[in-house]
């Protein structure tokens, strides 16, 4: 239960967040190359709607095949999940659940007190949920990373709530 925390306060949909489920989720981030690489938002749609038409455009001249290298890569990326680092944004969660016109603040709650955070600079955040293939049990669940990584050295840990102001 340590891997759960609550998104609550001036929002339309209080969250439930298990960051123990991230380490399936596709919007994962490689921490070990996020901060290094130059970022480029990126439509979620825009993006869907590429790759299943190229994927249609390969069925339709190749017809349904498989490629011989599927098997050698589910197994570097099985790898690559037991030993990477990696974290979620928080933009999509913040944005289900809908904060209210009004709110201008994100208060994290963690075990040494509160830090307050704009909400502007709260869609930019990223969450750190596991450490070279390992979660974050000792000081997690997660550990709060600012996206342009100023505080990757000494991230804001032993979070247990956070709350829309």
Same mark, same amino acid.
């Given at each position: 239960m340590a891997e759960i925390f609550l998104l609550t306060g001036n929002v339309k949909y209080p969250i439930t967040v298990d960051a123990g489920v991230w380490i399936f989720d596709d919007r994962r981030i490689d921490l070990n190359t996020y901060f290094h690489e130059e970022q480029q938002e990126i439509d979620e749609l825009e993006e869907y709607t590429k790759a299943v038409s190229k994927h249609w455009d390969r069925e339709i001249t190749e017809g349904a095949t498989y490629p011989p290298t599927l098997k050698? !890569?589910?197994?570097?990326e099985k790898e690559k999940v037991l030993t990477?680092? #990696?974290?979620?944004?928080? +933009?999509p969660f913040l944005k289900n659940a809908e904060p209210s016109e009004d709110a201008k603040l994100l208060?994290?709650?963690?075990?040494?007190?509160?830090? !307050?955070v704009p909400l502007s600079?709260?869609?930019?955040?990223?969450?750190? #949920?596991?450490?070279?293939? +390992?979660?974050?049990?000792?000081?997690?669940?997660?550990?709060?990373l600012y996206k342009d990584g100023s505080n990757r050295n000494n991230p804001i840990k032993n979070v247990t709530a956070l709350i829309v102001k």
């Open positions: 050698a !890569e589910k197994k570097f990477g680092t #990696f974290g979620i944004a928080f +933009k208060i994290i709650q963690t075990i040494d007190g509160e830090i !307050e600079v709260a869609y930019d955040l990223i969450f750190q #949920f596991s450490d070279n293939g +390992k979660p974050l049990k000792e000081d997690g669940p997660i550990h709060i």
